[in-house]
């Protein structure tokens, strides 16, 4: 059977979809015409199957020059590229960019076409049916977390900027490829809302398990993001490609420290989840709720504060005792609007922001389709601030030993030989 109709069957059976190949480039190089110097000169790299792997560095180091070399959007002049163990260098590259995802900047919709028609090109490419195409439109909205009966008709100037880059990301994932391919798919939304789409991307690849390579030039994402980073310099050559906490604990040079910047500790906020935190509950009401009843509730709570949802239990705003007395009959007209919520996927660093943000001392957490989960407060994000401080803290020490005992080794063994050269003289 031919791969795209695998897939094809795979994908509309509602089947596990295809999970990622691991990537290698060997020498990749890529030198412009009429360029003295390669824009990428002799990349290594070797990406798990599954793995997310992010390139970070300055501008013009050549990041989008080997992303674009991977599904041949720009031709090597050197080296291989392998997917799934197979050498694709020289593959038809139409027939290579079926199993390769693509998503950018701005999201590259097509503005003639509608949300639904967009992400149905490859699949129609590849010869899918009409009903498995639509109900694959259908299945991709809803995994990005859109309405599908809202959704699927409308243009994309009719859509906001994340919606946008969400239908981008459904593009890019509707012919269920292995290898899905970001450019700085998330630079050109307000950072709310880019906060939100990096939480979208965690959750859909701890569903999905493709092999993501992301390019950012922005370190905290990155970190937020990546299984593993490449830090790149000057015509891509690697200066250090690993952990996000290994390259935040042990930067290999002062290229790495120098773009990890200052504040690593606060930035390793970026590395645990809200999820691995205690979500609490609050006590919530629905706008519907009469205020007898909210008041009761809240004598009865013993709390201060009360969370109102709105019809489909999103969190909506805040209520204190003194704003239900300004109610005037209904609650929705009283309390401080939720400006900020978070998912289980955002980062501390997120829900500090949005605490911040909120000046309600916690903030909501909320689920897929924005509905309410509970609540983190402002004291069990400063308790993991100073855990992760701490461990930070021992982590430098520890490292500053082992590095004085190499030292001391060094000396010891170079007095032997002095030794040894004096005896023998
Ligand atoms: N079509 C081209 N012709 C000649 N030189 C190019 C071409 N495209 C890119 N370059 C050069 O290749 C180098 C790497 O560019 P590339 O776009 O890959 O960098 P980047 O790291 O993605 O940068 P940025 O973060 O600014 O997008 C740059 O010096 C750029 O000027």
């Known amino acids: 059977m031919p791969e795209a109709t695998a897939t094809a069957e795979k994908a509309t059976a509602g089947h596990a979809s295809t999970k990622g190949a691991t990537i290698e480039l060997e020498h990749l190089t890529k030198r412009y015409p009429g360029s003295r110097e390669p824009a990428v000169d002799s990349v290594n790299v070797g990406i798990k199957a599954g793995e997310l792997v992010v390139f970070v560095g300055p501008s013009g180091c050549g990041k989008s020059t080997t992303l674009k070399m991977i599904n041949r959007l720009i031709e090597p002049t050197g080296g291989r590229i392998r997917i799934g163990g197979e050498d694709v260098t020289h593959m038809d590259p139409v027939r290579l960019r079926r199993k390769i995802g693509y998503a950018i900047q701005a999201s590259g919709l097509f503005p003639h076409m509608t949300v639904a028609q967009n992400i149905s090109l490859v699949p129609k490419m590849v010869g899918w049916s009409k009903p498995r195409i639509r109900s694959r439109v259908e299945e991709m909205l809803d995994l990005v977390g859109l309405d599908p009966g809202e959704f699927h008709g409308r243009y994309p100037r009719q859509l906001s900027g994340g919606q946008q880059q969400r239908v981008g990301v459904a593009r890019a994932l509707a012919a269920d490829p292995p290898v899905l391919l970001m450019d700085e798919p998330f630079g050109a939304v307000d950072p709310i809302t880019r906060n939100h789409l990096q939480d979208e991307l965690i959750r859909l690849q701890q569903e999905l398990h493709k092999t993501i390579v992301f390019v950012t030039h922005d370190f905290n994402e990155a970190i937020k993001l990546g299984d593993r980073i490449a830090v790149l310099r000057e015509r891509s050559h690697i200066a250090q490609f690993d952990t996000p906490e290994a390259i935040l604990t042990h930067p290999a040079d002062d290229f790495v420290s120098g773009f990890v910047g200052a504040g690593a500790a606060l930035k390793r906020l970026n590395l645990t989840r809200v999820r691995d935190v205690e979500v609490t509950d609050c006590p919530t009401v629905t706008v519907d709720d009469p205020l007898p009843s909210i008041f009761n509730l809240l004598r009865a709570s013993g709390t201060n504060e009360i969370l109102l949802l709105d019809k489909r239990r999103r969190p909506y705003k805040w209520l204190r005792r003194g704003d239900l007395m300004r109610a005037e009959g209904s609650p929705a007209r009283a309390g401080t609007l939720v400006h900020d919520t978070v998912t289980r996927d955002a980062t501390l660093r997120d829900a500090l922001e949005a605490v911040l943000t909120d000046n309600t001392g916690r903030v909501a957490v909320t689920g897929r389709r924005g509905e309410y989960i ?29 590095r004085e005992e190499a030292r001391a080794q060094q000396t010891h063994f170079e007095q032997e030989d002095v030794d040894a050269g004096e005896a023998k003289a």
């Open 374 to 402: 509970g609540v983190v407060d402002m004291e069990t994000l400063m308790n993991s601030v100073h855990e992760l401080l701490e461990a930070d803290r021992l982590g430098a020490m520890e490292h500053r030993h082992e």
